[in-house]
T-cell receptor, first 111, second 113 residues
Framework: SQTIHQWPATLVQPVGSPLSLECTVE??????LYWYRQAAGRGLQLLFY??????ISSEVPQNLSASRPQDRQFILSSKKLLLSDSGFYLC??????????FGQGTRLTVV | GDSVTQMEGPVTLSEEAFLTINCTYT??????LFWYVQYPGEGLQLLLK?????DKGSNKGFEATYRKETTSFHLEKGSVQVSDSAVYFC????????????FGGGTRVLVKP
């Protein structure tokens, strides 16, 4: 079955520092991949999604970027974190006509 | 673009009460519809799904019916338990949008003994 490995589980970073969150997929190939953010008290907001290597769609303007250097690797980055970047980041994947599968998430606190 | 709207929480219930969480959607295509659940301290997991009009998804006593005429997929359970306390997310996958997953805002449900 498909699984997503996402790390780290928790992260505390100072304002202005860079960020790199990585998720890798096992058990399937050519998935759609997603980065969601769940800010405190709010729902899941789609940040980026990718249908293939090097193909990234951004849903909302923000201080973050995403890359997909390999089919099963999806990276979320920032050059300089803001306080407002704090939240719960979730990597997810799916394929046509199959249910989505999720990583365990990363709780990011920017201080 | 696609969107999912679900009732805001938190919803607080007593054990054995009836639960309804409303969900409506807009989509350019003919989407599949899902309910996901996030129990405290855990990741998201699929609760149930429906892929075409009038389909009923069911699992763990929860049910939801795909209503194309009202673009709705309301989640119901006849008698909730404390263990049903979680955040519930309605979602759609639209084939006209590359099967991109779109989530609602989530509804936190708290069941008290």
């Amino acid at each position: 079955s498909q699984t997503i490995h996402q790390w780290p589980a928790t992260l505390v970073q100072p304002v202005g520092s860079p960020l790199s969150l990585e998720c890798t997929v096992e058990g399937t190939s050519n998935p759609n991949l997603y980065w969601y953010r769940q800010a405190a008290g709010r729902g899941l907001q789609l940040l980026f999604y990718s249908v293939g290597i090097g193909q990234i769609s951004s849903e909302v303007p923000q201080n973050l970027s995403a890359s997909r250097p390999q089919d099963r690797q999806f990276i979320l980055s920032s050059k300089k974190l803001l306080l407002s970047d704090s939240g719960f980041y979730l990597c997810a994947g799916d394929r046509v006509n199959t249910e989505a599968f999720f990583g365990q998430g990363t709780r990011l606190t920017v201080v | 673009g696609d969107s999912v709207t679900q009732m805001e929480g938190p919803v607080t219930l007593s054990e054995e009460a009836f639960l309804t969480i409303n969900c409506t959607y807009t989509a350019t295509g003919y989407p599949s519809l899902f309910w996901y659940v996030q129990y405290p301290g855990e990741g998201l997991q699929l609760l149930l799904k429906a892929t075409k009009a009038d389909d009923k998804g069911s699992n763990k006593g929860f049910e939801a019916t795909y209503r194309k005429e009202t673009t709705s997929f309301h989640l119901e359970k006849g008698s909730v338990q404390v263990s049903d306390s979680a955040v519930y997310f309605c979602a759609l996958s639209d084939p006209n949008a590359g099967n991109k997953l779109t989530f609602g805002g989530g509804t936190r449900v708290l069941v008290k003994p």
